[in-house]
């Protein structure tokens, strides 16, 4: 099963950014879904998760009152807004999905399936 990212780039800090994440031949309103940022020298780190319902949602730290995840079920898409972006924001976004859970949180290893990543530098 694929999962598909877009929407990364290079951007200004304190500017927006939407990522986007698809998962082809599945709907995104029976998944578990999450996303997961890793920068270079750091570990794979949690961003932010949803339930297959789409709400609660859960975020990190780091990211909360900035980054907004949601749902497109029209679109059957997962979308998250990076708002007031930091170079600290820089990093590889992976989105994952879970076929198998309502809900698999910040726990990496709850996701059973894995996009390549989308590359988000934020210019200083």
């Known amino acids: 099963v694929q999962v598909v990212e877009s929407g990364g780039g290079l951007v200004p800090t304190g500017t927006s950014l939407k990522l986007s994440c698809t998962v082809p031949?599945?709907?995104?309103?029976?998944?578990?879904m999450g996303w997961f940022r890793q920068s270079p020298g750091k570990e794979r780190e949690f961003v932010a998760a949803l339930t297959q319902s789409g709400d609660p949602t859960e975020y990190a730290d780091s990211v909360k009152g900035r980054f907004i995840l949601s749902k497109d079920n029209n679109k059957n898409t997962l979308n998250l807004h990076l708002n007031s972006l930091r170079s600290e924001d820089t990093a590889v976004y992976y989105c994952a999905a879970d076929p198998s859970r309502h809900y698999s949180g910040r726990y990496s290893a709850l996701y059973m399936w894995w996009g390549q990543g989308t590359q988000v530098t934020v210019s200083s």
């Open positions: 031949g599945r709907t995104v309103s029976n998944l578990a």
